[in-house]
């Protein structure tokens, strides 16, 4: 193999290369000044400690195996990388033999960034697992209060108008483990898990219902899987005319099995389990079905003991995903805090985060684009100094809700209700670096 | 397994059931009305034609086997349906035995949607293979005309602040295929395929220069892969000051293989290949370093006998992907036009779409958010009377560049140039809905 015509360097002594670690600069006292100190003040840059990794030489004499011998051919279709071979969804069983495939895998979030998450990674959540459907085969009907009862095989569907919404699917169950009196000391993916974000196309409901014309008394639609749980749910007709689709394709590629192959509802913002997987059927209606997923599960249970039914839109919520519970803080020092901001309601508008427990907070910033219920990553510098401390972000969305702490949502909810929870999550730093939940 | 409280309507005949091909209503004509007919006229909604299938009982007394049996259970890392198994890159080694792993995989563009790529799919670029790299023994140098060279492991470039820019990556040899004398009859994933899109997330390089300390003179950088290929670029200084970035992520996980892992340099809008995969150094100079990378290929041979060197930045460039070569239109009546458009120099403001080989145009409607340097898929109804088409798109950037023809392209460049073809593709479709390469 001819090699370069430019030589690598092999006269880089250890001495004369110095380990990057966000040394003292220019560029990096204004990353300073817009970071969050123990206190929220602009710490020394003499404090910084180095990362203590072997400052030998660099690039070296020797070469590594891989720098010196052909590597691996292309292959049809790719796979990550071995050495990350620990980034898995983590896959919990709800019920074992008696009801097969139920239960739920979520997104290791906290080894993740940006804000799409990979199909291979998107969380999933099955009642009677995965269907293995032909599309060949597969059938979407849509009847009830219309003119004129319509279906449409894959292939039709295929033709028609696509459109495109890149947004979160988040599980009316997410976080549901912040919920019990004591927290959990659990990673990001166990607690939080039940969150991906997606670019979905698909075809826009409104054209189908048009073409099947809506009968003038209907108000609502249920929408029924192909899986064996017949997991089905009642939607508002309003949600077919604002922004629902039909989808049939994620990140590029036609829809997962474990995520509705050959399509699902998808309606932006609303409860997970309402973007219903395998769709088969839409039955419109005067009044909602109250299917069992709607009435033994998916509802809120009310600190005055009441249950509210049917509040499908998912509060306003962020986390902070690195550094996070069982992870750890590697050493005093700067850090990025990063984490993940969303809404049902439309685009997040502002993430503040603090590192003392509420009590201060600096604005972070927002990644763009930031787009209406969708994923929203957010950013800031950390100054860490070692002393303990409390981490939490809390998220703003353009329609002025604000993330409620846990006094807050719980003067809500009784203590039994395990949805809907987007009370602001708390992180403690242990003077050792170790990250646990805690609840504040 | 307990069955839905809404039990699945069994008492539909066929006979009741439309089969939804959008068929004339309110929304359908509306959708007509912004069509693109065989020469730019709204087509009569009369003159469309079912598409022909089988209009039997939709859901049927007897239930497919995936609705009565429970699902497989849930995965840890998910894939695609084995309905999908065709969906693949294609694999085209270049060289064979004499240098393993050197060639291509690309992108299948005809089968996908949205803008986003599944990292499964992401089209490959190899020069010696794919080198297998354990991410604790890598690094990353710095030097050359800096204050203080540096070397940066990948667990300390993990603790720099990251950004995302979600963008296209194409091969500077993109499209060659379409500069040969006779068109290639061929699918859109040979010609076109190595193209992709994603959001890629990473530290942004002019930090980790600004930590170096840049010498004055200093005005170009080598990028330097640690493949045994040690495939090597130089690249304009003003670029890691613009948006240059070391990406660690990309749609989320970390990069692949074959992207790059542990981590590449991410160059938007550039050529392919200067988004080093594997980057193991940067060393900066006063001047290009003349690599092989950079004089025995990837530079553009004129008309006029002259070759441009160091011309990085890809041209305004569009392409119909639904329908494209070796695909066929099933019918006449109404489908959709749906393609990708880019360019190096920013934002897409405009596609327009001919049916006709370019004597009328029509515009399309772009797919929000358009980002700058990142696919844009962009979207046209089109009623096809059934008479023979040529099928074109023309994009425009926010610079005002036009996506040139076919006849202005080879008036630039020598007959023997393989790279930037950004020219006008033109699909033809015949009477029998076959579609073909064609030059025009």
Same mark, same amino acid.
């Given at each position: 193999?001819?090699?370069?015509? %430019? ?17 003292? #600069? ?73 009801? !097969?495939?139920?239960?739920? $895998?979520?997104?290791?979030?906290? #080894? ?36 004129? !009862? ?53 075809? $826009? ?51 997962? !099995? ?32 109250? #299917? ?72 972070? %910033?927002?990644?763009?684009? %930031? ?66 939940? %805690?609840?504040?």
């Amino acid at each position: 193999m001819k090699k370069s015509s %430019v030589p690598v360097r092999t006269d880089l002594r250890a001495d004369d290369v110095v380990v990057g670690v966000m040394e003292a #600069t220019r560029e990096r006292r204004q990353f300073l000044k817009r970071s969050l100190g123990a206190a929220g003040a602009v710490a020394a840059v003499a404090a910084v400690a180095a990362v203590p990794v072997r400052a030998a030489d660099p690039i070296g004499k020797d070469f590594p195996a891989w720098s010196t011998t052909p590597g691996t051919p292309m292959r049809s279709y790719g796979q990550p990388s071995k050495f990350e071979e620990k980034v898995l969804r983590t896959v919990t069983p709800s019920y074992g033999p008696i009801s !097969p495939g139920t239960g739920t $895998s979520r997104t290791p979030l906290q #080894t993740l960034n940006g804000t799409i998450t990979p199909n291979g990674l998107h969380f999933e959540r099955h009642h009677n697992g995965v269907p293995e459907i032909d599309p060949a085969q597969h059938k979407l009907l849509i009847h009830g209060m219309v003119k004129k !009862p319509l279906v449409f095989t894959v292939a039709n569907l295929l033709r028609y108008p696509m459109v495109s919404r890149t947004c979160f699917v988040e599980c009316a169950g997410n976080s549901s483990a912040n919920t019990l009196p004591k927290p959990a000391q659990a990673n990001c993916a166990a607690i939080h898990g039940l969150l991906s974000g997606s670019e979905w196309t698909g075809v $826009s409901l409104s054209l189908l219902l048009d073409e099947a014309g809506v009968e003038p008394g209907a108000k609502w639609f249920l929408a029924e899987g192909a899986d064996s749980a017949a997991m089905s749910r009642s939607v508002l007709l309003e949600k077919a005319y604002d922004d629902a689709i039909i989808a049939l394709y994620q990140n590029g590629e036609r829809i997962r !099995p474990e995520q509705g192959y050959p399509l699902r509802l998808l309606v932006p913002g609303y409860q997970g389990n309402m973007n219903v997987k395998w769709l088969r059927r839409l039955e419109l209606a005067a009044a909602p079905m109250h #299917t069992k997923d709607e009435t033994s599960k998916y509802s809120l249970l009310l600190r005055d003991g009441t249950a509210r039914q049917f509040d499908f839109q998912l509060g306003v919520k962020s986390l902070i995903t690195q550094p996070s519970g069982t992870l750890n803080v590697p050493s005093k020092g700067l850090h990025e805090i990063s984490g993940l901001a969303w809404s049902g309601a439309g685009r997040i508008v502002k993430v503040e985060v603090s590192s003392d427990g509420g009590a201060n907070w600096r604005e972070a %910033v927002l990644q763009g684009p %930031v787009l209406s219920k969708a994923l929203t990553r957010f950013r800031l510098p950390w100054e860490w100094s070692g002393a303990p401390a409390m981490l939490q972000s809390r998220a703003t969305d353009e329609k002025g809700h604000v993330q409620p702490t846990r006094a807050a949502w719980s003067a809500i909810y009784s203590p039994a209700n395990r949805y809907h929870n987007n009370m602001i999550q708390t992180w403690a730093v242990a003077a050792d670096g170790s990250v646990s939940n %805690v609840y504040l």
